[in-house]
T-cell receptor, first 110, second 113 residues
Framework: GQQVMQIPQYQHVQEGEDFTTYCNSSTTLSNIQWYKQRPGGHPVFLIQ?????EVKKQKRLTFQFGEAKKNSSLHITATQTTDVGTYFC??????????FGPGTSLSVIP | NAGVTQTPKFQVLKTGQSMTLQCAQD?????MYWYRQDPGMGLRLIYY???????DKGEVPNGYNVSRLNKREFSLRLESAAPSQTSVYFCASTPGWGNNEQFFGPGTRLTVL
């Protein structure tokens, strides 16, 4: 069955440093989403990527979808303490079956 | 709009007891999902419903049943709870038809003793 992996599992950065998390799917995806979850909360949608090679930016966050539509990345420039949380990718291979990756937990040291 | 609501917020069960987790959305979304999240782990798909009247198994369906009662409501039933089902359960909905932006409920924290 479809599997979605993410690396790293944990990342500790100094405030102001950059951060990147990588997502890989065992199957070609129709689309991929990214979510952020704060401790004790529920996942919150950040973005959806659909097209091969797509790149989208949201302020300090840059999202990429690979050419083969099997991998994706999230890059945060100049991290802030407000970026703390766990970042999940979620991929849909079949139309509506969405599988989440295990997440990358980001800690930001002030 | 309330978005996605879940009841109850907390529940403690004894092994072998049964219960139903309720989920409702008021966004006229087509697709609904049940996930479980164990401490320090990601979300694992239990069941999903791409549209009213259809349900499909996810990654970890064993020990669970679901009902898509109507377009708004999607319930998850544990027939005979086991300690391994201790988890946080999230319900989510999406517009569907290629738009997989998931809107999550606040979660149900279930402990099985």
């Amino acid at each position: 069955g479809q599997q979605v992996m993410q690396i790293p599992q944990y990342q500790h950065v100094q405030e102001g440093e950059d951060f990147t998390t990588y997502c890989n799917s065992s199957t070609t995806l129709s689309n991929i989403q990214w979510y952020k979850q704060r401790p004790g909360g529920h996942p919150v949608f950040l973005i959806q990527l659909v097209k091969s090679g797509e790149v989208k930016k949201q302020k300090r966050l840059t999202f990429q979808f690979g050419e083969a539509k099997k991998n994706s990345s999230l890059h945060i420039t100049a991290t802030q303490t407000t970026d703390v949380g766990t970042y999940f990718c979620a991929g849909a291979a079949s139309y509506d079956k969405v599988i989440f990756g295990p997440g990358t937990s980001l800690s930001v040291i002030p | 709009n309330a978005g996605v609501t879940q009841t109850p917020k907390f529940q403690v069960l004894k092994t072998g007891q049964s219960m139903t987790l309720q989920c409702a959305q008021d966004m006229n979304h087509n697709s609904m999902y049940w996930y479980r999240q164990d401490p320090g782990m990601g979300l694992r798909l239990i069941y999903y419903s791409a549209s009213e009247g259809t349900t499909d198994k996810g990654e970890v369906p064993n020990g669970y049943n679901v009902s898509r009662l109507n377009k708004r409501e999607f319930s998850l039933r544990l027939e005979s709870a086991a300690p391994s089902q201790t988890s946080v359960y999230f319900c989510a909905s999406t517009p569907g038809w290629g738009n997989n932006e998931q809107f999550f409920g606040p979660g149900t924290r279930l402990t099985v003793l």
